[in-house]
């Protein structure tokens, strides 16, 4: 198990990182990567996402890829909504 000291390590870098790539990413891809490494060191092996899973997140997503499913959504949003 990790220590309490080795997490706030982990955090460290990964504020440290994140304000690194601010430099080099959009802010949503930011927010991307940032939900993707948050999953991936979850302190509980169980909950960390597999490579497959990892490969399939949006932050590998093209933005023609990242559209189309924001489109998607906010069609069976609407449809839902207009249903009611």
């Known amino acids: 198990m990790l220590s309490l000291f080795k997490i706030y390590l982990v955090v460290q870098h990964l504020f440290w990182i994140s ?3 601010a430099f080099f990413i959009t802010e949503s891809e930011l927010v991307l990567a940032r939900s993707l490494v948050t999953k991936m060191v ?9 490579t497959v899973t990892i490969l399939k997140h949006p932050y590998f997503w093209s933005p023609d890829e990242q559209l189309r ?10 449809t839902a909504i207009s249903s009611t």
Do not use: K, N, Y
């Open 69 to 78: 499913f924001l489109e998607v959504s906010r069609g069976v949003g609407e």
């Open 19 to 21: 304000r690194l790539l």
């Open 42 to 50: 979850s302190t509980s092996p169980a909950d960390r996402p597999t």
